[in-house]
């Protein structure tokens, strides 16, 4: 058995170029950046960045090109693919992208793209009159095990 899955999270590089294949399809390409940060043998922190091409195809295409710009966090959960073609001066040139299954948008700024370090939700001002969001009280006291019935 083979298994080809890709997940990655991390921020666009620049805006989502929307195109159409031929068919009618629309199709979503974008670069997206991860981060890989870690401590050397010397206890300096060391950070490495990969670059990853992603395509989106149909709906998902259209949305993606829709809501998300450059800086925005996104999670692509796909499959890893290789192109191949021929150049105009004759060489071969190959490309490995990430073709999605599923693209998740991060949390949104105020300004209506999406971004990793927003907050999902303002937070209230002092004096306003929101109604207060239920929370769940727990027990203060300690659990007894055999209390459970099961």
Known sequence: MYFNKAIVIGNLTRDPEL???PSGIQVCSMSLATNRVWKDKNGVKQESVDYHNVVVFGRQAETANQFLRKGA?????????????????????YRTEIVADRVQFGPRK???SYDAGAKSAPAPKAGNDAPPIDTIEYPEEDINPDDIPF
């Open 110 to 112: 105020e300004s209506g």
């Open 19 to 21: 195109k159409s294949l």
């Open 73 to 93: 966090s996104v999670m692509v959960e796909g499959r890893m693919q290789t192109r191949s073609w021929d150049a105009a001066d004759g060489s071969k040139r």
